[in-house]
Each structure stands twice: as structure tokens, then as C-alpha cells.
């Protein structure tokens, strides 16, 4: 077992798990995919990015703005199990994923991950609301074990 006691927690500071907001622990960008690329794609997305998420966004349409959704690691392990491999992200996707924004605060983050059931969220812009980064579960983690306490 490693000692967490003595470890540093790296270049940067994290504010105390109470004062954090979700902007102090998201993953800034998205990786993103349109609805029809195949779930074999978005696989190959999260493997060669060592990521468990993947923005799926629905391209505008006349009279209508741009829509999101979220594809996870779990999603597609799912619809593997279900339909086999010739699906596509919308296909698989959350049919409505959860949000919140860069300035919320990052207890409110968890909470709606624990109501909801789901170990990603999407991060909008506080002003135009336009996906700016995810916040996963283990982000959060990371600020309860290294914030400032």
C-alpha cells in the first residue's frame, strides 16, 4: 500500500473541497463526435486518448440550436452487449445528459452525478452555455484527496 500522506499533489493548487467550483476540477475541450460516427470510432477515440468520455454533437439544423450528448465508456460497453458493434454514437449515447457549469460549485457537481447515476458531466460555459470541458467522478476525487484542507 503507497502512503498518500507524504505525496505532493503536484505543480498547481487546488482550493478546498467545499470552495471548489467546477471550473477549479474539469477537463477543459471536449473530444467530440457527430451522431452518426460508429461506435467502433468512438472506441478508438477513447483508447487512443486514454479517455472515458466523448461529446456527442448533433449538428444545427434550421430553426434548431445545436444539441449534445455524452457517449461514456460504459455506454458503449452497453449497446456492445445489446446490438453488437454496427451501432452508432446516437445509438448509444445518454438520451439526457447531465450538465452543469464552470461556475458551480463542485458539491453540487456530485450531487447531481449521485442523483443521476452517472460518473460524467458535461461543463458549460457559465455565460453562452456552450460545452467547455468534462467533469468526471474522478476529477472530483482528486480535489476532495489534494484540495487544500
Same mark, same amino acid.
Given at each position: 500500500?503507497?502512503?498518500?500522506?507524504?505525496?505532493?499533489?503536484? &505543480?498547481?493548487?487546488? %482550493? @478546498?473541497? &467545499?470552495?471548489?467550483?467546477?471550473?477549479?476540477?474539469?477537463? %477543459?475541450? =471536449?473530444?467530440?463526435?457527430?451522431?452518426?460516427?460508429?461506435? @467502433? !470510432?468512438?472506441? @478508438?477515440?477513447?483508447?487512443?486518448?486514454?479517455?472515458?468520455?466523448?461529446?456527442?454533437?448533433? %449538428?444545427?439544423?434550421?430553426?434548431?440550436?445545436?444539441?449534445?450528448?455524452? =457517449?461514456?465508456? +460504459?455506454?458503449?460497453? *452497453?449497446?456492445?452487449?445489446? @446490438? *453488437?458493434?454496427? +451501432?452508432?454514437?446516437? !445509438?448509444?449515447?445518454?438520451?439526457?445528459?447531465?450538465?452543469? &457549469?464552470?461556475? !458551480?460549485? +463542485?458539491?453540487?457537481?456530485?450531487?447531481?452525478? =449521485?442523483?443521476?447515476?452517472?460518473?460524467?458531466?458535461?461543463?458549460?460555459?457559465?455565460? !453562452?452555455?456552450? %460545452? =467547455? *470541458?468534462? +467533469?468526471?467522478?474522478?476529477?472530483?476525487? *482528486?480535489?476532495?484527496?489534494?484540495?487544500?484542507?
Amino acid at each position: 500500500m503507497t502512503d498518500v500522506s507524504s505525496t505532493n499533489s503536484g &505543480s498547481f493548487r487546488l %482550493p @478546498r473541497a &467545499s470552495h471548489a467550483r467546477v471550473q477549479d476540477a474539469m477537463h %477543459p475541450g =471536449v473530444v467530440a463526435c457527430s451522431p452518426d460516427t460508429p461506435v @467502433r !470510432d468512438v472506441a @478508438r477515440i477513447m483508447a487512443s486518448r486514454h479517455i472515458h468520455a466523448v461529446v456527442m454533437a448533433t %449538428p444545427v439544423e434550421r430553426g434548431r440550436p445545436m444539441a449534445w450528448g455524452v =457517449v461514456t465508456a +460504459l455506454d458503449l460497453v *452497453g449497446g456492445y452487449l445489446e @446490438r *453488437g458493434e454496427e +451501432l452508432c454514437a446516437a !445509438d448509444v449515447a445518454a438520451s439526457e445528459p447531465v450538465r452543469v &457549469s464552470t461556475s !458551480d460549485t +463542485l458539491e453540487r457537481a456530485a450531487q447531481l452525478m =449521485v442523483e443521476h447515476g452517472v460518473d460524467h458531466l458535461i461543463v458549460a460555459d457559465a455565460h !453562452d452555455g456552450h %460545452p =467547455v *470541458g468534462v +467533469l468526471s467522478t474522478l476529477d472530483v476525487a *482528486g480535489v476532495f484527496a489534494w484540495g487544500e484542507g
